[in-house]
């Protein structure tokens, strides 16, 4: 696997970290100001990760067809 592989796939599992932090204050007792945050923190961080992800699709190399 090539460096810039390894390294798109530490930042995706980073910001899944993230997006888990943003979850368990949206499954906690609603909190209007903090429900808030968390929802858009995590709607931004889910884009990242779905950009993250095309991006390694993008450097994985492909199979060749049987």
Known sequence: MNERLETLKKARERMIEERDAHVKVLAAPF????A???????????????????????????????
């Open 36 to 66: 808030e945050r968390a929802r858009n923190k995590f709607l931004e961080t889910q884009m990242v990760i779905d950009a993250l992800e095309r991006a390694i699709n993008a450097e994985e190399p492909t199979l060749p067809a049987p």
């Open 31 to 34: 909190d209007r100001d903090k």
